[in-house]
């Protein structure tokens, strides 16, 4: 059996409601996003399909927040409802944005570096790799309590601990 691997939240709050107000904020920054896509004028460039109109890139990333969105229901109604299957997409897709979100960022740092904005850069490779460091601990918290309720469901919710022979 796996076994979590932080035992409480901010080491003040328990796993389930960090998990909880982890989806609940990743539902509140989807939407945000959503809304500055639409109405703030930036140029939205991909790294491979540089190509693509600007409309349809929008559409993309506002298609990927949904998404999210609709994960992130899915995995507080896990947490409310002690499913670890209804958590499984969330922890699946919260390692891969995270990776994705490492290499969003020291590609952006590295562009504007390349680019001599070399305060960009470097405020850039600040912020982004706080803001993975972040992304990485609340994804540990809801994996913790993933791997608690796969636990409690692989023995029974109240069976005693099994001896260690």
Not at 81 to 107: E, T
Not at 120 to 135: D, E, R
Not at 139 to 165: A, C
Request: hydrophobic content about 55%; charged content about 10%.
């Amino acid at each position: 059996m796996a076994q979590p691997l932080v035992s409480s939240c901010c080491r003040c709050y328990s796993l389930r409601s960090g998990s909880i107000a982890t989806g609940i904020l990743g539902i509140l920054l989807s939407i945000i996003s959503i809304i500055l896509i639409f109405t703030v004028r930036i140029d939205f460039k991909t790294i491979l399909m540089d190509w693509l109109p600007q409309n349809v890139v929008k559409i993309i990333y506002a298609l990927n927040l949904v998404m999210t969105i609709l994960i992130s229901l899915l995995m507080i109604m896990g947490v409310m409802k002690k499913n670890h299957f209804f958590m499984m997409p969330w922890v699946v897709l919260g390692l891969m944005l995270a990776i994705g979100l490492l290499i969003s960022v020291i590609y952006n740092a590295v562009v504007y570096f390349i680019d001599g904005y070399v305060l960009g850069g470097s405020l850039w490779l600040a912020v982004g790799l706080l803001a993975v460091v972040i992304y990485v601990y609340l994804w540990i918290v809801v994996y913790s309590y993933f791997v608690t309720l796969k636990n409690e469901n692989d023995r029974g919710r109240y069976s005693k601990q099994p001896y260690r022979r």
